[in-house]
């Protein structure tokens, strides 16, 4: 009798187990089904600009370009930055779009050093990889780093440096962007521009870009930012993607995502590149090829791609990559 009733006891206790894991199956699976929050232009991502009439304070500026079967012209994909004679930022979002290719060392490339996209110097792709937390239905830690196989040293090749860690985005700075995406959104089925364009925005307080996308469901996190103007009209759009957003010649963030483009009240939405200075670190060593900082004050930077600087003064500690 006694044993009869252990014996219902732990029945009973295995299928209540059992019960607790299935509803946690259940509840994960669905979780990993849900349907991704953005359905907006994501690979969106220039609006208002003007085009750069000299590479020279450009020269980190990257397309990442697709060679279709199907195509006689190869098509752009996104943008991408150089930090050091091997790598590239880029989003992580236009890597998770071309891994899907069969085979991206023989289908992708990267140029370089040109206004116009087409003409630049092609590097082939040695090893690429993008953020372990990247989500793509927030486009959370939309960061990845692109190796290339050849060095970039040619002529019109340049680094960058990046902002450093207390870099503050202090809200109404002056920041450019620059890409080779759509420059009108009603245009997005016709091609993209060929030449290089750039426009200034401003960055705008945090709060206030949380509280615009709540609105559109969407979430912007403590490792993104916001850059727009008041009135719209100058913005990153389609094809943008993964290109430069910087300031006195500092990379300060990565083009991600936004609500249209350049329409009022929708900024863009940049990765904040200095919460990523470790996975940055990391990731090129775990990949082989290691990037040492070299801090500069504002003063030491060989300044490719600075503008008037309207707030001078202002002391920027700089990361430099050497590889
Ligand atoms: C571009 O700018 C550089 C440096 O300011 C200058 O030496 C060069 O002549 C310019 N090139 C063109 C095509 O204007
Ligand atoms: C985009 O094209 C539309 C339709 O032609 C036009 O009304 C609008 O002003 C253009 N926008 C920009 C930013 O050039
Ligand atoms: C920067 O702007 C100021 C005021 O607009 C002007 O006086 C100065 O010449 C400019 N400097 C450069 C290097 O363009």
Same mark, same amino acid.
């Given at each position: 009798m006694r044993i009869l009733f252990i014996i219902i006891i732990v029945g009973l206790l295995i299928l209540v187990v059992n019960i607790i894991l299935l509803v946690l199956i259940i509840k994960l699976i669905w979780r990993c089904s849900l349907p991704p929050k953005h359905d907006v232009n994501l690979k969106a991502r220039i609006v208002g600009g003007v085009s750069v009439s000299n590479i020279t304070d450009y020269q980190f500026a990257a397309a990442i370009v697709e060679i279709r079967e199907e195509s006689t012209v190869d098509l752009l994909l996104c943008g991408a930055t150089v930090i050091s004679r091997r790598w590239l930022? *880029?989003?992580? $979002?236009? /890597? +998770?779009?071309?891994? +899907? %290719?069969? +085979?991206? =060392?023989?289908?992708?490339?990267?140029t370089v050093g040109n206004l116009d996209w087409r003409k630049g110097n092609k590097h082939n792709l040695l090893s690429w990889v993008y953020h372990e937390e990247f989500d793509s239905s927030t486009l959370d830690n939309d960061i990845g780093l692109i190796r290339v196989k050849q060095i970039l040293s040619?002529? #019109?090749?340049?680094?960058?440096?990046?902002?450093?860690? %207390?870099?503050? #985005?202090?809200? $109404? *700075? =002056?920041?450019? /962007?620059?890409g080779w995406g759509h420059t009108n959104y009603s245009f997005l089925h016709l091609p993209s521009t060929e030449m290089l364009n750039r426009a200034d925005i401003h960055i705008i307080e945090q709060r206030r870009c949380v509280d615009i996308y709540k609105k559109f469901g969407f979430t912007v996190t403590d490792s993104m930012f916001c850059a727009g103007t008041q009135e719209g009209g100058k913005d990153a759009c389609k094809l943008d993607s993964?290109?430069?957003?910087?300031?006195?010649g500092l990379l300060i963030g990565i083009i991600s995502w936004g609500h249209e483009c350049a329409k009022k009240d929708q900024p863009g939405v940049y990765v904040r590149i200095n919460c990523y200075k470790n996975w940055?670190?990391?990731?090129?060593? =775990?990949?082989g090829a290691p990037l040492n900082i070299i801090k500069k004050k504002s003063e030491e930077i060989s300044t490719t791609a600075t503008y008037n600087v309207t707030s001078s003064g202002w002391m920027l500690? *700089?990361?430099?990559?050497? +590889?």
């Open positions: 930022l *880029t989003a992580a $979002h236009c /890597i +998770d779009y071309f891994e +899907d %290719n069969e +085979d991206p =060392k023989e289908s992708v490339y990267i040619k002529q #019109y090749e340049q680094a960058i440096s990046l902002a450093s860690e %207390n870099y503050e #985005y202090k809200p $109404h *700075t =002056k920041a450019r /962007i620059v993964g290109g430069a957003i910087f300031e006195r940055i670190m990391e990731t090129t060593k =775990k990949l500690e *700089t990361v430099s990559f050497q +590889d």
